[in-house]
């Protein structure tokens, strides 16, 4: 029997939700860092094999808005809930559960009565194994979730019995997109995502938040095998705009030449990489910028 569905993959900011599904498609589609807001779309990325097929929805962390752009993210996260076969929540070690866990805890309670829902320990690896059984206990003692499975996504660790544990409670179905398909983000939103990527770990923590990305060319020379890529980092104030560029254009140029490794292996093309830095003031208060920049619900 061929199985499939659609999995939303849900929890607070750096719990490692993008880090997991890296590792369960072995291809690097979700970008990766220790700051929060680092995923801000919904990024739908497929599993398949001999099984079935699932369709992974990747959010934003679940998190109060600050801003138009917090706003965005929210309402993305939670449109990722609708509709959906099943559901996992991602949390870590961690035995303490703050006011995004308690919200997201409450959201699943009332989807689990008409959708499955697995809990994922991740990062299992940083924390003796003594300290898992507790933590498991915890949470199956709220009656929420059919399954509760630990997992380490950076060492992979586990990962084969969650993806065995999700096939479980999907029902037979089509398969929705070819076998060899990983992700229907287009080449260009993964190429800014990548670059977006080297700007947060490069950064200091008060810039990261207010970067976005805009490819401005991404075609092939004539004269060439090569790609000429042209790409413009947005920043909300001067004084950031200041820090990318780096003393003597050095923090930039690290970025792109970071970015641009990445970017040649995802392509397999050697790529031409230019970036410009400006200045679009306070772009996340404002929600014609939040739509401008790619961060759309409709």
Do not use: C
């Amino acid at each position: 029997m061929y199985k499939s569905g659609f999995v939303s993959v849900v929890g607070r900011p750096n719990v490692g939700k993008s880090t997991l599904l890296n590792r369960i498609l072995k291809e690097k589609i979700s970008i990766t860092s220790n700051k929060a807001q680092t995923t801000r779309n919904k990024i739908t990325m497929i599993y398949s094999d001999d099984r079935g097929q699932i369709v992974f929805l990747d959010t934003p962390g679940i998190q109060s808005p600050r801003n138009k752009l917090g706003d965005y993210m929210l309402k993305t996260s939670e449109s990722s809930l609708e509709g959906v076969d099943v559901v996992v929540m991602v949390v870590d070690m961690s035995d303490y559960l703050g006011a995004k866990d308690k919200m997201i805890l409450e959201a699943m309670e009332k989807l689990a009565k008409d959708v499955p829902a697995i809990l994922v320990i991740n990062k299992v690896d940083t924390a003796p194994r003594d300290e898992v059984l507790p933590i498991i206990a915890r949470f199956s003692e709220m009656g929420i979730f059919k399954d509760i499975v630990p997992v380490s996504a950076l060492k992979d660790e586990n990962i084969e019995h969650l993806i065995d544990t999700i096939f479980d409670y999907l029902k037979e179905g089509p398969q929705y997109y070819p076998e060899d398909m990983i992700t229907d983000q287009p080449e260009k939103f993964i190429v800014s995502e990548i670059i977006r990527e080297k700007a947060l770990f490069n950064l200091h923590e008060e810039v990261p938040h207010g970067v976005a990305v805009s490819i401005d060319r991404m075609r092939p020379y004539d004269d060439k095998d090569m790609l000429d890529l042209q790409a413009t980092i947005y920043v909300e104030r001067d004084s950031h705009k200041g820090i990318i560029i780096g003393k003597g254009g050095q923090m930039l140029k690290r970025i792109g030449m970071e970015a641009r490794k990445e970017i040649e292996a995802f392509l397999d093309s050697p790529v031409n990489l230019q970036l410009w830095v400006k200045v679009s003031k306070n772009w996340r208060e404002k929600a014609e910028k939040v739509k401008a920049f790619g961060y759309r619900t409709d």
